[in-house]
């Protein structure tokens, strides 16, 4: 856990020096996410870490609180951030960093072994998976900003967990063999195309971004839906 808390701190500082980069012209500039602008990112960023302070201030205090008080009002609440100001976005984006490092410092080690509800009465989730959430989070979100960092930043070791994690999250879906650098992983029954890459390239193309870059496949790229 240690290690874990050390390298979102360390990808928490790299993201917020990313977005402090940003001029006012390229806040309101198109991210990678269809629909969103780079306001809605960093609006979504800080609206995600606002929430989980509040779970962990919640789970400090023995109860237990949900992330968000529901989807629409999730959405709404980013919608309504990305129209503010340049200046208000930031603010915002760096006291809810500052407050989720807060309730991480002091949440007591036996509040570790809680859970809590992303909405209430959704999906219950342990305590103990915020910080690598968070971490898919920053990292992931950061490169969608599409402002000098990209996939290609992400620490090996993150790219090994995101991998790993895209490629259960993707059991249901198509069939296929991904042919990595260290070896071939089925999807489903692993019938169905062979898509090779580097790990990074697969795992990019995986949580749904990108074509296909630095993919090739036999016969034929899939299309994928949307990860979850």
Do not use: K
């Not at 979504?44 to 949900?66: C, D, I, S």
């Not at 990209?150 to 999250?169: K, Q, S």
């Not at 029954?189 to 090779?196: A, F, L, N, Q, S």
Request: include cysteine; aromatic fraction near 6%.
């Amino acid at each position: 856990m240690t290690n874990e808390l050390a390298d979102l701190h360390t990808a928490t500082r790299v993201l917020i020096r990313g977005v402090d980069a940003l001029s006012d012209e390229e806040l309101a500039g198109p991210s990678l996410l269809p629909g969103w602008t780079r306001a809605h990112v960093v609006a979504h960023l800080a609206l995600n870490a606002e929430g989980l302070a509040g779970v962990l201030r919640g789970a400090a205090a023995g109860t237990t609180t949900p992330m968000y008080a529901s989807q629409e009002r999730r959405d709404g609440d980013i919608d309504a951030l990305a129209a503010e100001a340049p200046a208000r976005v930031r603010d915002r984006f760096l006291a809810s960093c500052t407050a989720f490092q807060d309730a991480l410092d002091h949440l007591p080690a036996e509040a570790w072994s809680a859970s809590f509800e992303r909405t209430p009465g959704g999906q219950v989730l342990p305590l103990v998976e915020v910080p690598a959430m968070r971490r898919r989070e920053v990292e992931i979100h950061h490169a969608d900003l599409d402002h000098g960092y990209g996939p290609a930043a992400w620490p090996e070791e993150f790219v090994d967990t995101v991998f790993n994690r895209v490629v259960h999250d993707r059991e249901g879906g198509d069939s296929m063999t991904l042919r990595t650098p260290d070896g071939d992983v089925p999807l489903g029954d692993g019938t169905g195309p062979v898509v090779t890459g580097s790990r990074v390239d697969l795992t990019w193309w995986l949580l749904g971004r990108g074509r296909g870059e630095g993919l090739t496949a036999d016969p034929a790229l899939p299309t994928l839906g949307a990860w979850r």
